[in-house]
């Protein structure tokens, strides 16, 4: 079982900077992918990037391609999200999941294991 725990949300003008980050409880942490979903108020959770086991594969959705970056520090059992030129659009709660294979990542139910979230909200 893998907990996940975010930080790093916060309100923030458009423009801006956050990163967020998912520290997970699992030694075994290195084998897992994770990905980054957001959830705004009436719409579906929808991916926001994820990435591989080892780094070596990535994936973002199209609307935050070249303005977010997600990685990984397995020594650390932790992920992050840095997110540039945030625009209010990106307001959501952002969760973080994990799940031990790389497959169909853009669907939610495919991911086992997820955090509780946290809230980004960006100001115009």
């Known amino acids: 079982q893998v907990q996940l725990v975010e930080s790093g949300g916060g309100l923030v003008q458009a423009g801006g900077s956050l990163r967020l980050s998912c520290v997970a409880s699992?030694?075994?942490?290195?084998?897992?992918?994770v990905s980054w979903f957001r959830q705004a108020p009436g719409k579906e959770r929808d991916i926001v990037a994820a990435?591989?086991?080892?780094?070596?594969?990535?994936y973002y959705a199209d609307s935050v391609k070249g303005r977010f970056t997600i990685s990984r520090d397995n020594a650390k059992n932790t992920a992050y999200l840095q997110m540039n030129s945030l625009k209010p659009e990106d307001t959501a709660v952002y969760y973080c999941?994990?799940?031990?294979?790389?497959?169909?990542?853009?669907?939610?139910?495919?991911?086992?294991?997820w955090g509780q979230g946290t809230q980004v909200t960006v100001s115009s």
């Open positions: 699992e030694r075994t942490f290195s084998r897992y992918a």
């Open positions: 990435i591989s086991w080892s780094s070596g594969s990535t």
């Open positions: 999941a994990a799940d031990p294979s790389w497959r169909t990542v853009v669907e939610q139910t495919k991911w086992d294991y």
